[in-house]
């Protein structure tokens, strides 16, 4: 089965409003989504790109209207500055490494409702998405047994993977959260599912 490869951190905003919309192209098109959680705080430094508390306040603001607007047109509610948008991304990211290896080993679960939930904990519901409790309570959700899921997420393996992810999408050239590929060809960006579409229709 051919794939989409998805490069996100599990605290992107913008990611939050693509992903309901690229799993489901994803199995609209017959393709595999390959969840590969990213930190934006490794990969940003190599291409130039500013960290969120360095950019001028003018362009954060300009970044929050642009959520606002995009959260409107997709009927998405949406919570601007959460309590809890900065935090550990070990366990979150790690959950979903480990669920994805849970599935390809034959487990029941949906991998893509456990990340979905995930970045709606954070950016709907303002929870603390490196809180066990809370991972715990989406995994159950998402129909995976909570315990083994998070006993894997914290292992170095797991967060090897993490940091090989980083690595990958420097090489790659991903400049941000969410980027996808499609064949190779990279997509920057939810408002860029449009073009997502249209490759897979080729493909």
């Given at each position: 089965?051919?794939?989409?490869d998805?490069?996100y951190?599990?605290?992107?905003?913008?990611t939050?409003l693509?992903?309901a919309?690229?799993a489901?192209?994803?199995r609209?098109?017959?393709?595999?989504?390959?969840?590969?959680?990213?930190l934006?705080?490794?990969?940003?430094?190599?291409?130039g790109?500013?960290?969120?508390d360095?950019?001028?306040?003018?362009?954060?603001?300009?970044?929050?209207l642009?959520l606002?607007?995009?959260?409107?047109?997709l009927?998405?509610?949406?919570?601007l500055?959460?309590?809890?948008?900065?935090?550990?991304?070990?366990?979150?990211?790690?959950a979903?490494?480990?669920a994805?290896?849970?599935v390809?080993d034959?487990?029941k679960?949906?991998?893509?409702?456990?990340s979905?939930?995930?970045?709606?904990?954070?950016?709907?519901?303002?929870?603390?998405?490196?809180?066990?409790g809370?991972?715990?309570e989406l995994?159950t959700?998402a129909?995976?047994?909570?315990a083994p899921?998070i006993?894997?997420?914290?292992?170095?393996?797991v967060?090897?993977?993490?940091?090989?992810?980083?690595?990958e999408?420097?090489?790659?050239?991903?400049?941000?959260s969410?980027?996808?590929f499609?064949?190779?060809?990279?997509?920057?960006?939810?408002?860029?599912?449009?073009?997502?579409?249209r490759?897979?229709?080729?493909?």
């Amino acid at each position: 089965m051919k794939v989409i490869d998805y490069y996100y951190s599990v605290r992107s905003s913008f990611t939050y409003l693509g992903a309901a919309r690229i799993a489901e192209l994803a199995r609209r098109h017959g393709r595999r989504l390959v969840h590969k959680p990213i930190l934006l705080s490794v990969i940003m430094p190599p291409i130039g790109a500013q960290q969120f508390d360095e950019r001028p306040p003018l362009r954060n603001g300009y970044m929050r209207l642009d959520l606002q607007r995009w959260a409107e047109y997709l009927g998405m509610p949406i919570e601007l500055e959460p309590v809890h948008h900065i935090g550990p991304n070990e366990l979150p990211a790690g959950a979903v490494v480990a669920a994805q290896r849970a599935v390809r080993d034959g487990t029941k679960g949906d991998l893509d409702a456990l990340s979905e939930g995930i970045l709606a904990a954070l950016w709907r519901d303002d929870r603390d998405i490196a809180d066990e409790g809370v991972i715990a309570e989406l995994c159950t959700a998402a129909g995976f047994d909570p315990a083994p899921l998070i006993r894997t997420a914290m292992t170095p393996d797991v967060q090897l993977e993490i940091d090989r992810n980083n690595r990958e999408a420097i090489i790659r050239g991903v400049l941000g959260s969410p980027s996808y590929f499609v064949d190779d060809e990279n997509f920057f960006g939810q408002d860029r599912l449009d073009f997502v579409e249209r490759a897979l229709k080729k493909g």
